[in-house]
């Protein structure tokens, strides 16, 4: 059995498997052992500095570079693709004993013919499409929940200063997108295992001392901080001078003291709040730009047309747990369309498209807004239910893009057979499914998007506001969604005195 000593990065785990692969030694034979036994952030051992977001990846392709640090080399390096390596990299952020064990496995399987280990029919595929998208489940959370406080100027950078409590290492993974969110503002962004510093410029990554960060595991009483990073007061002087010293590579003399995670909510980076002031003031339509076409690889083969009827889909594997697939209901022509992300559990069990908690939430909000559900048609973005068991109940899962790619066809027969002259987009999914990854909702809440002959209203899921706690912000949620439907109804009314009027 080798004892592989590395550090908690994936570059170290990156180095030590492609010399093993090289020694052709096999997985059962390796013991996987993180130097120190410290939970630090894959790639930001120490003090670290990134280069500015956009620059250019310069790290080695394993095909090309020898192995360095175990042994000596006997084979050629095996040639990895670079989605392959990208999954891998991302599945390195899961938190797990047996992160890089399992990495390795996949790894050795890959290299050695074994090109079913990324089906979900297999055990370590299914495990490592589980950790992916944890990983990007949380990624998108520390995006869109993290809520940054603005400083005093007086106090000097950084001008924002932000806190979250990930569970998995995504420092590093979400810097580069936040500092381009944030444009020329100084930020911070810390974690229970590092902290990241944006000066205008240049990322720098750094973590507490080890013996300092046993106190991250003992949060102080929910009665005693709020969810945010505090400015202007004692606790934050506290809370600068910890991270201080993790830049200055000092060990700090006062114990981590640290805030709970913050409420659901919309985000609050500068940036985008100046962003969204400036489209808010915007009255015509907003053009997003074509939905760049979809590049296919050995692994991501293109996907082919269905045979059958919907209920006989199988372009993604979510048919193997879902008990319905749910189509589109409504009216045949309908001037809205409503397009939501996926079904829920009660969908499933009965077929029919927002019959759940939320469906009744959404009844309520087109009251509200002088409409009724017989007026309109009603879909998903993902036909079927996609979950995951925690704690004995089945949960909600968001769709990975390749489920929601997958499920396109049936959304484009829905738009050309109804063809409706407004599209309601209930929350990010929706959304992304109708005009492109690249388009955050948070963005565009409040405005008309006119996109491939197509106007779209987004809002908020009925669902947000049933897991919001705030009854404040919740309340303001509903509002907002009463809003969309107000505006979609009334460019639909627009529209059809424009189709009636006779030709001049």
């Known amino acids: 059995m080798k004892r592989i000593p590395i550090e908690l990065s994936f570059t170290a785990w990156r180095r030590a498997a492609r010399a093993l692969l090289r020694q052709g030694v096999e997985p059962s034979q390796i013991e996987w052992v993180e130097s120190g036994d410290e939970r630090e952030a894959p790639g930001t051992a120490g003090i670290a500095s990134v280069a500015t977001p956009g620059a250019p990846d ?28 990208s999954w891998l990299k991302t599945a390195a952020c899961f938190r797990a004993p047996d992160r890089w064990a399992l990495l390795y496995r996949i790894l050795w399987r890959w290299t050695h013919g074994e090109r079913h280990v990324l089906d979900l029919n297999d055990a370590d ?76 410029m240049l990322l720098r990554i750094g973590r507490p001392a080890a013996e300092e960060r046993e106190h991250a595991a003992h949060a102080l009483p929910e009665s005693t901080m709020t969810g945010e990073a505090i400015t202007s007061t004692p606790t934050e002087a506290l809370w600068l001078a910890y991270y201080a010293s993790a830049f200055n590579a000092q060990p700090s003399p006062v114990p981590l003291r640290y805030w709970r995670m913050p409420p659901a909510g919309p985000p609050l980076p500068a940036r985008l709040a100046r962003e969204r002031s400036r489209l808010g003031a915007q009255s015509a339509p907003v053009t997003v730009p074509p939905t760049p076409p979809v590049e296919y690889s050995a692994m991501t083969p293109p996907l082919q047309e269905p045979t059958g009827p919907l209920g006989t889909c199988r372009r993604c594997a979510l048919w193997r747990n879902a008990k319905h697939a749910v189509a589109g209901a ?42 009724t559900r017989e007026a309109l048609y009603l879909t998903y973005a993902v036909k ?85 706690a705030d009854a404040r912000l ?31």
Request: glycine residues 8%; charged residues 20%; negative net charge.
């Open 125 to 200: 595929g299914a495990l490592l499409d589980q950790r992916i998208r944890a990983v990007e489940h949380e990624t998108e959370d520390l995006l869109t929940l993290t809520l940054f406080r603005r400083r005093d100027p007086s106090m000097g950078p950084p001008e924002f200063v932000g806190w979250y409590e990930p569970h998995h290492d995504l420092l590093e993974r979400a810097a580069a997108r936040f500092a381009e969110r944030m444009g020329d503002s100084t930020w911070m962004l810390a974690t229970p295992y590092g902290a990241v510093l944006w000066n205008g």
């Open 384 to 468: 079927h239910y996609k979950w995951e068991t925690l704690d004995q109940q089945r949960v909600h899962r968001t769709p990975a893009p390749r489920e929601v790619e997958a499920c396109q066809y049936w959304l484009e027969k829905e738009l050309t057979r109804i063809a409706p002259r407004v599209v309601v987009t209930l929350g990010a999914t929706a959304l992304k499914a109708l005009t492109g990854a690249h388009v955050n909702l948070s963005e565009y809440l409040g405005q008309t998007i006119a996109h491939d002959g197509r106007l779209i209203v987004p809002a908020w899921h009925p669902s947000y506001a049933l897991i919001t």
């Open 58 to 85: 310069t790290e080695s392709d394993p095909a090309t570079t020898g192995a360095s640090g175990i042994g000596t080399t006997a084979l050629a390096a095996p040639a990895i693709p670079r989605e392959l390596l």
């Open 330 to 371: 409504g009216a045949a022509h309908a001037a809205i369309m409503v397009v939501g992300e996926q079904p829920g559990e009660y969908e499933n069990q009965h077929g029919e498209p927002f019959t759940g908690p939320a469906g009744q939430l959404l009844d309520a909000v087109l009251a509200r807004a002088g409409l």
């Open 474 to 504: 919740r309340d303001d949620i509903v509002a907002t969604i009463a809003a969309a439907f107000g505006r979609a109804a009334a460019l639909a009314a627009k529209g059809e005195q424009v189709r009636d009027m006779p030709d001049a």
